[in-house]
């Protein structure tokens, strides 16, 4: 069997070290890295990038679109989990489950965009009910999510880790200029004609997000409650290993009424809920920041484009 060569560019951040632990479960292929001191230099990393059959980038947007001009050949891959490229239409949209087609649009692509850890669960929870019609287009779309701050990276990390300041110990809203940056792929993906209004909440934990979507059945297309949306969310996933669609008396699912944000930590899956009536529904979707988020994603699309078992690495 083939053995691969990959190599990720921005190995020392969190979702690099990330995607090394996954590489490390991972048989018939070869990680190539780069000494420390020469990571930033241009040659090195370009030899490195052209001799790799698979390139993950995790760097600043900027970096990414450096490091894929240094590609000379026509065999690199490149797994992408910066921002750069995700609503490039030369790109593909490393979401599996976003349509039926979508994994052969990975197996056959050679760039290849990891999605943004709230595009993920916000996408997966509202684009088959906009794909069916249940949801108009024009749906002023609102959404919260509860994250930990390893998606922050080293500094914000840090900032946890190191610090005993009393205003780390509640949640913290950002992003208030409503201007997140995973906002265009979240209106692109999810076939919305405007961009929701989202507000992200940091917790003092490490990993784990919650996106909690609510939802007002009189305005949509179609008359449905929450339990037939629970049915359809679960039909459309029904083939898809990943994304598990909770039964819609998910009373079971809580602990003593209160929601485990963390149920899907180290593991590559994305578990959908639906609670409400037929006036008011709130769908939420929980996942690992750092696997089905990150870096598990981007192992994900890996196998797929190499041809391996999608679960590979990461069950």
Sequence with gaps: ?????????????????????????????????????????????????NEADVVFLC??????RDSVAMVNNNKTKIIDASTAFRTNP?????????????????????????????????????HPLVAEEIIPRDYPMSFFALTGYSGGGKKLISEYQDSNSEQLFAP??????????????????????????????????????AISIPLIPRIFNKKVNASNIQEMLASYYRDDRFVRVAPFDSEAYL??????LMKCNNTNYLDIFVFGHKDQILLVSRFDNLGKGASGAAIQNMNIMLGFDEETGLV
């Design 172 to 209: 913290r809203h950002y992003a208030l200029n409503l201007n997140h940056k995973h906002l265009p792929e979240m209106q692109l993906y999810s076939g919305l004609n405007t961009a929701p209004l989202f507000t992200p909440i940091v917790g003092n934990y490490y990993q784990g997000d």
């Design 1 to 49: 069997m083939m053995t691969y060569k990959i190599f990720v560019d921005g190995q020392e951040g969190t979702t690099g070290l990330k995607i090394h632990d996954y590489l490390s479960e991972i048989s018939n292929i070869e990680v190539i890295t780069i000494e420390s001191e020469k990571r930033k230099d241009y040659e090195t990393r370009r030899a490195l990038i």
């Design 59 to 64: 760097l600043p947007d900027a970096a990414s």
């Design 90 to 126: 030369d790109w593909t949209y490393g979401l599996p489950e976003l349509h039926r087609s979508q994994r052969t649009k990975i197996q056959n692509s050679f760039r290849v965009t990891v999605p943004g850890c709230h595009a993920t669960g916000f996408i997966l929870a509202i």
């Design 255 to 260: 602990e003593d009424g209160f929601f485990n």
